[in-house]
């Protein structure tokens, strides 16, 4: 078989990518991270837990990482979102090193993270004025509020308080409060990992529907396979911790809008589906579980 049609039919390597399409980021990378290394220390000395993680990302695209715990996944989106520092490496972020937290870069973690004592409205509220004091009016600011909690369609429970809300509307209010913030990059750590399955569903369509009307460039933790082929364009596998590293990038060539019920008939889906377990399942499988 030759290298042109291995790339046609399975999963590649960044560097096997950048050998047959050397031009294919060069115009259009929006993220990138080079050669990312961390280490934390332990009593029994250091632990690596990244180890020469490379990945490219064009404006607009949907990546997942996805992996076994313990592979390194959210420690990956940390230090894209700058709350970790690498050890060796780094991200650069429309052309400037990423070093710290930044508004650029909003993230959504699997607990909404809302405050109790605040509604709807004033915990997105809490983020505007963060961000857009001083640019925006308050009428501006109050229209723009509104125009994210419609997004995620939670404008109707503007003067809710967290504890009236099921979970499934907690998450899109997180979710509305992140896009606020205008972000370059949308960061998102399992965010639909709490909630049951029809209701994880539903805010899959809106994350879709939100994505394809924004053009956000998002990049999101995932334990689900199911989940990485419906919403990405590329799915990153990680191999097994310590020192773990992006084993294989998968592009997934499905046509937008996304359908679930037509996609699980559909035999392209299912061939990307079966890559990503082969990879998790066969060939980096945990070792408890071999």
Known sequence: ????????????????????????HTHKTHLELTDVSI???????PFKALDKVNLKIAKGEFVSIIGHSGCGKSTVLNIVAGLYKATQGGVILNGKEV???????AVVFQNHSLLPWLTVFQNVELAVRAVFKGKKSKQEMKEWI?????????????????AELSGGMKQRVGIARALAMEPTVLLMDEPFGALDALT????????MEIQ????????MITHDVDEAVLLSDKIVMMTNGPAATVGEVLKVELARPRDRLVLARDEQYNDYRSQVLGFLYERHSRPSEA
């Open 1 to 24: 078989m030759t290298v042109a049609q291995m790339f046609k039919t399975n999963p590649v390597s960044i560097e096997e990518e950048s050998v047959m399409n050397p031009d294919k």
């Open 39 to 45: 280490e934390f220390p332990t009593k029994k000395g």
């Open 99 to 105: 070093d710290e937290p930044g508004p650029d870069r």
């Open 146 to 162: 509104l125009h994210n909690l419609k997004l995620v369609h939670m404008d109707h429970a503007i003067d809710k308080r967290p």
């Open 200 to 207: 994880r569903a539903h805010l899959q369509d809106s994350v």
């Open 212 to 219: 394809a009307d924004l053009n956000n460039t998002v990049i």
